[in-house]
């Protein structure tokens, strides 16, 4: 209880309510990451949602049509593997598109 110097009847109850939160289960801000698709740079992705990961990114290119999709993360960075540069270069394109609307 804090009192009031000036008189010593009066005071107030101070309280705290303090609730602690698991930081592994708890997301505090968006994560970005790097999107490359065979080494080459594409755009940043940004997750928004708690439940979201760097798997939508894959998500997006298999409902383009693409199929066999490899993607890693590594530090702040996804990476996607194509099965050959004409596909690379395919999916560098829709991954563009997809990362400037979002």
């Avoid at 009192?3 to 505090?28: C, M, R, W």
């Avoid at 968006?30 to 708690?50: H, I, N, W």
């Amino acid at each position: 209880m804090i009192t009031n110097s000036h008189s010593n009847n009066v005071g107030f109850p101070v309280y705290f309510n303090i609730k602690e939160q698991a930081l592994d289960t708890a997301k505090l801000s968006e994560d970005q990451y790097d999107v490359y698709v065979e080494g080459k740079y594409v755009g940043e992705k940004t997750l928004y949602a708690q439940n979201e990961d760097f798997h939508v990114v894959g998500d997006f290119l298999e409902k383009q049509g693409f199929k066999n999709i490899e993607i890693e993360l590594n530090g702040d960075h996804i990476i996607v593997h194509a099965a050959d540069e004409s596909e690379a270069k395919e999916m560098r394109r829709a991954l563009e598109v997809y990362l400037n609307n979002r």
